[in-house]
């Protein structure tokens, strides 16, 4: 007899992602796992229900049916959902922790949708990828928001968005760097123990450019404090002061002209932003409904 619904889960999963390795990364669980938990459900039922293709999958005769109970099963719980909530709902405050990019130029978008969502007050803690983390072990968070994977145990991390970093500048910059052009700037770095820095290192390496012969002329920790430095920089310099940053946080300033962007000729520095939360809370109807909310946006 099935225990709960999360198997089924994943088997819908699949289906919607035509994808084991993809199912993995949406539900936040290994690959074993997802196949696992399809081979409980075969055995369960005494029949095969998924085919793997070198295309992808194809459900069997009886995968189809069970996909149809499935999906009916879900449709029922979602509609239940709501209901559910008000049972259980309490008046506390919700504590999302976000990294700086995420933190300070992502989610205050979104801030009143997901307290309607939730029906309850949203407060943002903001601060490195690894300190959000460690609020979250420490349970003073309910669930994080990070620009970088930290990896530590009893945490449940999920793929959320992708972000994209760009080369911008007050000045116009070209729009396709070459590898002589990013001798041509002068340069803010953000911190040694920055991801953004990290990534951004490697595909200099990548390309042969020898960031030791950079000029720079700062070195700041603060996704903020980076964007008003360059932003209150001489606009008339004869070097562009130039960094790297998410594109999420100066898209208003360059749409209206205040700040350019460029992107590496042939290269792209991209990163996956992750919904990170507890092991203990994987069942957490209000984890479920904020997860369910932020996959569904358009970033």
């Known amino acids: 007899m099935l225990k709960d619904f999360a198997k089924l889960l994943t088997f819908l999963t699949v289906i919607k992602e035509k994808s084991f390795s993809k199912a993995s990364a949406k539900l936040g669980i290994s690959q ?60 506390f405050t919700f504590v999302v922790g976000a990294s700086y990019a995420i933190g300070n130029y992502v989610l205050p978008r979104y801030l009143g949708q997901l307290k309607d969502k939730i029906n309850n007050e949203v407060h ?6 690894e300190e959000i983390i460690d609020q979250l072990l420490d349970k003073k968070i309910d669930i994080a928001l990070i620009e970088s994977p ?50 951004a290192s490697e595909v200099f390496e990548e390309m042969g450019v020898e960031c030791s012969n950079f000029s720079v002329i700062g070195v700041i920790a603060s996704t903020t404090a980076i964007k008003e430095t360059i ?32 992107r590496i000729k042939n290269y792209k520095i991209k990163r996956k932003f992750y919904i990170a939360y507890s092991k203990e809370r994987k069942h957490d109807a209000f984890i479920d409904n904020v997860v369910t909310f932020l996959h569904g946006l358009n970033l």
């Open 124 to 129: 943002v803690r903001v601060a490195l990828s």
């Open 32 to 91: 074993p796992a997802v196949t696992q938990q399809i081979k409980f459900l075969e055995e369960y039922l005494d029949t095969r229900i998924v085919d793997r293709k070198k295309n992808g999958i194809k459900l069997t005769k009886e995968g189809e049916d069970l996909y149809r109970i499935a999906a009916r099963l879900e449709k029922a719980i979602l509609a239940s959902e709501k209901d559910l909530l008000k049972i259980i709902n309490k008046e």
């Open 231 to 262: 932003m209150h920089s001489l606009k008339n310099a004869e070097r562009p002061v130039a960094s790297v940053i998410s594109q999420h946080v100066i898209s208003e300033e360059v749409a209206d002209g205040r700040l350019f962007e460029g």
């Open 150 to 199: 930290v990896m530590r145990d009893g945490i449940i991390y999920r793929e959320w968005e992708e972000d994209e970093l760009v080369v911008f500048s007050n000045q116009p910059i070209p729009k396709q760097l070459r590898k002589e052009d990013l001798y041509k700037l002068d340069w803010i770095c953000r911190d040694e123990g920055s991801h953004t820095r990290k990534l």
